[in-house]
Every structure is written in C-alpha cells, then in structure tokens.
C-alpha cells in the first residue's frame, strides 16, 4: 500500500504538498453570515450540536474585513511557523447564504491576496443555488477552490435528530451539480452521533467511496456547552466516546475509506472554555500520535476492506 509521508491514508498535508510544492496553512475566516437553520427559514435553533459561533468559534472577527482577518492570521503563522503560503477557509456559519454582490466581494478580496493559495468554503448543500455555483466556477479558474458541506451522516433519522434540515437527495444533487463545474468537494461527517452505530458510520463511508468528492473530515462528536445537544448529554441520553473506542473507530473508517480521498481532519478540538465532553479530545497532539502508533499496530493495514470500484 502506498505511503503518504509515513501516513497509511492521503493526508491533507500530503495533497498540499503535491498540488503547492510546499507547506500550506488555513486562516479561518468569518464572512459574517447566518445560517437557514438559525434565521428562522428552516429553525431558529441551529443544528443541535453546533455553538453560537456556528462552528466557526476559530474564524476571525466578522467586524474586520476579509484582508485584514487574513493579514491577522497569517502575520502569526509567519512569525511561528515561518509560513509563506495560506488557504482562506471561509469557516463560520453558512458561507454560500447571502447575496451573490456580497459573495463575490468577500471571495474576491481573498483570493485576490498574493499569498492565497486557495479558497475553501463551509456551506450546506442546500445553499448553492445557480448564481453561487457559476461564481464559484468562476473564481477558480484564478485559484483552487473547495467547497466543504457539512453532511454528517447518510442517516435520515440522526439527520432529523441533529436538525440538519436536508435530504440526503439534496447533498447527492449538490456534489453533481460541484462537480460538473470541476470544485473540489470536501465532506465534513461526525463519528459518534447518538442512536449511531459502528455499522451505521462505515454505511456513510461506503456511501462516501461511491461519491465523486475529493477529501473527507472525520469530526470526532463533541458536546459544547450552551447546545441543545449539552442538554441531551447532561440528561444521559448518551455517552460520549473514550480516545481508545474513537481511535479503533477512526482506524476502522480509515480502512474502509477510498485511498483517493484526501483526509483533511481526524479528530475536532472544540475551544477549551466551552467544551463539556469529551475533554480527552483538548489534547489533540495526544490524540492524533497514539491514532498513528496504531495504525502501525494494526499493520496499515492488515486486510485493508476497501475494495476499488
């Protein structure tokens, strides 16, 4: 099996390194933005897990503009890691859910930055009507960009359980329609989501392997104060996993994930102040060595499941 840098899967790192030539870095960024799920178009209450920064408690300052959040991020990535090279990762919120003027503006203002090496953007796949589609088109015939949706599960009863607020038709359709205009697409999905099974998470990364999508985020679940999904976990509806059951589950996804897919993330580290479970999960250095030194446990793997189709 091929090795991507000592790595037995694609790396995020590794695609970066064969598409830019060299190390590339994220700068999340707050387009200012809402969501349907929370401006009262589909609810009010956002998904079930999400905070009330929208997944994006990362991002930069929505009161700034997009230059000046990018110079902001990337001024401390020089000065710590010596980075040269960034990728605007429009992250908060749902970042196809405005006007086209404001998305082209926004969008136009990073990609245009010289040290932009690509755009990637977090929307729903019920977000990206023809205007938003032919602008993402557009754009990346200057720059690579990504569109990242965020799926889940193929599993209509947890995505009713979670608000997620679309069928899995739509999120099929909305690969399509990515695809045909040639944007890479990124699928975000979170293991652990009470009533799953492990059976029921391997079923989203078959369905997955039979997609034309081009990386994966594997999102370990985890519980934010201030969610309804807090108020489940503190009434016992659920458990949360121990690093040891989420990394044989991780390794489980791994082998049965398509070598074609890049992996973009394996874990999740929500901010420390308003994490309530798991709080193993803070330690994400930890996490991701002993996830490494079991996949050399295991043989990377010994009798690999994906079969090429």
């Not at 899967?9 to 700068?27: G, T, W």
């Not at 074609?260 to 309530?276: A, C, F, N, Q, S």
């Not at 994400?284 to 996830?291: D, G, P, R």
Request: aromatic letters at 8%.
């Amino acid at each position: 099996m091929r090795n991507w840098n000592g790595k037995p899967y694609y790396s995020f790192d590794s695609m970066l390194k064969e598409r830019f030539s060299q190390k590339v870095y994220k700068v999340a960024l707050n387009g200012g933005m809402t969501c349907p799920n929370r401006d009262g178009t589909l609810g009010s209450r956002g998904c079930i897990f999400c905070s009330a920064g929208g997944s994006g408690d990362f991002a930069g300052n929505k009161e700034d503009p997009i230059s000046v959040q990018i110079e902001t991020q990337a001024q401390r990535l020089r000065e710590k890691r010596n980075a040269s090279s960034f990728i605007a990762y429009f992250q908060a919120y749902t970042n196809t859910y405005a006007p086209v003027s404001y998305l082209r503006e926004i969008y136009t203002e990073a990609i245009d930055h010289p040290d932009i090496a690509a755009l990637s953007i977090g929307t729903r796949p019920d977000c990206l009507g023809k205007e938003v589609l032919d602008l993402l088109e557009e754009l990346n015939h200057k720059k690579p960009v990504w569109v990242e949706l965020g799926l889940q599960t193929i599993h209509e009863k947890t995505a009713a359980y979670i608000r997620r607020g679309y069928p899995l038709s739509c999120f099929a359709a909305a690969v399509k329609e990515l695809r045909k205009r040639k944007l890479d697409v990124i699928v975000h999905t979170i293991l652990g989501l009470p009533g799953e099974s492990r059976e029921d998470i391997l079923e989203t990364i078959s369905y997955l392997n039979h997609m034309d999508i081009q990386g994966i985020k594997l999102q370990l679940l985890h519980v934010l104060k201030g969610t309804d999904l807090a108020e489940d976990y503190l009434a016992g509806k659920f458990r949360v996993y121990t690093m040891e059951e989420y990394i044989d589950l991780v390794i489980d996804c791994l082998e049965h994930l398509s070598p074609k897919i890049v992996v973009h993330r394996l874990t999740g580290d929500g901010p420390k102040e308003l994490l309530l479970a798991p709080l193993w999960s803070s330690a994400k250095k930890t996490v991701l060595n002993t996830l490494h030194h079991q996949c050399k446990v295991r043989g990377a793997w010994q009798g690999k499941q994906y079969e090429e189709v």
